[in-house]
T-cell receptor
Framework: AQSVTQLDSQVPVFEEAPVELRCNYSSSVSVYLFWYVQYPNQGLQLLLKYLSGSTLVESINGFEAEFNKSQTSFHLRKPSVHISDTAEYFC?????????????FGQGTTLQVKP | DADVTQTPRNRITKTGKRIMLECSQTKGHDRMYWYRQDPGLGLRLIYYSFDVKDINKGEISDGYSVSRQAQAKFSLSLESAIPNQTALYFC????????????FGPGTRLTVL
């Protein structure tokens, strides 16, 4: 079975500052990893995902995440945030080898970008 | 038009009432899911369906039932609603192609008084 822990429930940051949202996972098998974003009053949208290959994956709006197998982490980073990045961010994991067809989500991290 | 739609978007009901939440998708995906979201708990899986004849319980299925009427439609029912079922409910879809990427609807906010 897999589990996901997002280490911060809320991350306040000023506009144009860098940010890191932390995600650790637990799994006995190989995994796929995902970050989803939920803007206020909306559903979840896929931000980026790691399936295989390069351990650094990027989104179209400047976020990046690095898969670290030894530390079982998939932290999300952005070098300079905007007010529009204010949202809730969810890390998720699935088992790539066994392919359960299910995602396990973390508890979510609220990113609050202040002017 | 949105690929994954949910109706209603908001619903207030009373304890003991039967409620149905509906989900429709135009993405042509085989797999459909129902989650509930509670503050501080993230998303928890209620039921999932890999095709019309394959329905499975998730981690919190007690008090809920589902119906997969067609590939494109997946309904969630609360047979006798209780206040602790007050939550935001999301439907999601995925292909059977094997990467588990899921696509979410806009959500239904359910309040049980």
């Amino acid at each position: 079975a897999q589990s996901v822990t997002q280490l911060d429930s809320q991350v306040p940051v000023f506009e144009e500052a860098p940010v890191e949202l932390r995600c650790n996972y637990s799994s006995s098998v190989s995994v796929y990893l995902f970050w989803y974003v939920q803007y206020p009053n909306q559903g979840l949208q896929l931000l980026l995902k790691y399936l295989s290959g390069s351990t650094l994956v990027e989104s179209i709006n400047g976020f990046e995440a690095e898969f670290n197998k030894s530390q079982t982490s998939f932290h999300l980073r952005k070098p300079s945030v905007h007010i529009s990045d204010t949202a809730e961010y969810f890390c998720a994991v699935s088992a790539s080898g066994g392919y359960t067809g299910k995602l396990i989500f973390g508890q979510g991290t609220t990113l609050q970008v202040k002017p | 038009d949105a690929d994954v739609t949910q109706t209603p978007r908001n619903r207030i009901t009373k304890t003991g009432k039967r409620i149905m939440l509906e989900c429709s998708q135009t993405k042509g995906h085989d797999r459909m899911y129902w989650y509930r979201q509670d503050p501080g708990l993230g998303l928890r899986l209620i039921y999932y369906s890999f095709d019309v004849k394959d329905i499975n319980k998730g981690e919190i299925s007690d008090g809920y039932s589902v119906s997969r009427q067609a590939q494109a439609k997946f309904s969630l029912s609360l047979e006798s609603a209780i206040p602790n079922q007050t939550a935001l409910y999301f439907c999601a879809t995925a292909t059977s192609a094997g990467t588990d990427t899921q696509y979410f609807g806009p959500g239904t906010r359910l309040t049980v008084l």
